[in-house]
């Protein structure tokens, strides 16, 4: 598509509840990110796919959290069992595979995760 | 230890005035790259500019231009000529080494125009 696509546009849910957020990326981008974005606050690096490499998990807060990319396109992002402090945006983002460090991240619109 | 430094966390400045948004960065990888991002009240988030660690002059786009100090590791965003559309907040980032490896983002700062 012509920019990132991510679903649901907000979302709220009790906790203890599971949540799946969608990502659909630029098409032809092969890296796509998941970033969290807490009230006012900066953006927290959560997963990195790169094609058919093994994602970067590295923030993923908890075992909670998890992630998958699809056919190297759609990306879902998985909340198990959500807790008050999970409330936040979630941003995705991808970009291109230029072999530079200047490839620029093109984000969404983000998903608004609120958990009662 | 921080990677990425915003020390102002909210500016003012006068429409038509231009205005320095600052950025220090830490990192010990010779290849690096630092981006600016916008974020207005909206959400979304806006690349404005970019500058590589080999880059020999200091990125320019429109009305934003990077200054960029190496060996002080800064890479501060000047806007000129402010409009009121540039109230939102900016996010300084960086990237280490080459390829599509995350950006690490400073805390922002928030730039408030004023008529």
């Known amino acids: 598509g012509a920019g990132v696509s991510q679903s649901p546009s907000n979302k709220v849910t009790e906790k203890g509840k599971d949540v799946e957020l969608r990502c659909d990326p630029i098409?032809?981008?092969?890296?796509l990110y998941w970033y969290r974005q807490s009230l006012g606050q900066g953006l927290e690096f959560l997963i990195y796919?790169?094609?058919?490499?093994?994602?970067?998990k590295s923030g993923l807060p908890s075992d909670r959290f998890s992630a998958e990319r699809t056919g190297g396109s759609v990306s879902t992002l998985t909340i198990q069992r959500t807790q008050q402090e999970d409330s936040a945006v979630y941003l995705c983002?991808?970009?291109?595979?230029?072999?530079?460090?200047?490839?620029?991240?093109?984000f969404g619109a983000g998903s608004r995760l609120t958990v009662l | 230890a921080q990677k990425i430094t915003q020390t102002q966390p909210g500016m003012f400045v006068q429409e038509k005035e231009a205005v320095t948004l600052d950025c220090t960065y830490d990192t010990s990888d010779p290849s690096y790259g630092l981006f600016w991002y916008k974020q207005p009240s909206s959400g979304e988030m806006i690349f404005l500019i970019y500058q590589g660690s080999y880059d020999q002059q200091n990125a320019t786009e429109g009305r934003y231009s990077l200054n960029f100090q190496k060996a002080r590791k800064s890479a501060n965003l000047v806007i000129s000529a402010s409009q009121l559309g540039d109230s939102a907040m900016y996010f300084c980032?960086?990237?280490?080494?080459?390829?599509?490896?995350?950006?690490?983002f400073g805390k922002g700062t928030r730039l408030s125009v004023i008529a």
């Open positions: 796919f790169q094609g058919n490499s093994a994602p970067d």
């Open positions: 983002a991808s970009s291109s595979s230029k072999s530079s460090g200047a490839n620029v991240l093109t």
């Open positions: 980032a960086m990237r280490e080494g080459l390829g599509n490896t995350p950006l690490v």
């Open positions: 098409s032809g981008h092969t890296a």
